[in-house]
């Protein structure tokens, strides 16, 4: 037969074990939440690393493209190395190389450089699926990127240039990683 003694220590004992499973609890939440946090990436984290190939429309032709993203600079910077070629101009490839830095508040700035000789500012903001980058100068010419990561797998990319003060999409394609 329990003593009353033994019944209070029984209360007690549960009463601390209920505070203990609850701070363990509380404690596995915020590491959670804290590990989500760390190891979620946002797009660049996302594309970087791997060599993209797509299909797609440039200037009314269909062209095939290539892109590349990689952190550069101690992971300070990210740079795409990209090119496109239109199938009825296959003598030509237009290359270019873009370096991008993401501020803390998400802004993007950086700096684009491409094979007509042409380098121009880039600004823009990321978030974990999506690039939205504003380019060019008025001296040069004016535009507007937008990467899309559909899935894990796939990168909707859409340009537009400014052309008397309206955007016009002037490409888009779909790429895959090339693995």
């Known amino acids: ?24 609890g509380l404690f596995l939440l915020i590491c959670f939440i804290g590990f989500q946090t760390i190891f979620a990436q946002d797009f660049f984290g996302k594309v970087s690393g791997n060599l993209w190939e797509g299909t797609g429309e440039l200037l009314g032709s269909e062209a095939t493209f290539r892109m590349e993203w990689e952190q550069i600079l101690d992971g300070k910077f990210y740079q795409l190395s990209f090119q496109n070629q239109r199938e009825e101009s296959k003598e030509f490839i237009f290359k270019a190389i873009g370096v991008y ?3 803390e508040d998400n802004l993007i700035s950086g700096t ?68």
């Not at 990561?149 to 016009?168: A, H, R």
């Open 101 to 103: 830095k993401k501020n």
């Open 112 to 179: 684009w450089f491409d094979s007509r000789g042409f380098s121009f500012p880039l600004k823009g903001e990321v978030s974990s699926d999506k690039l939205i980058i504003f380019w060019g100068s008025p001296e040069l010419e004016e535009g507007k990127t937008i990467y899309t990561i559909k899935n894990d797998s796939t990168i909707s990319v859409e340009d537009y240039i400014l052309k008397d003060g309206e955007l016009i999409k002037f490409g888009n394609a779909n790429y895959a990683p090339n693995d």
């Open 1 to 24: 037969m329990k003593t009353g003694a033994d019944i209070n220590s029984f209360t007690v004992l549960k009463t601390e074990n209920n505070k203990i499973m609850k701070r363990t």
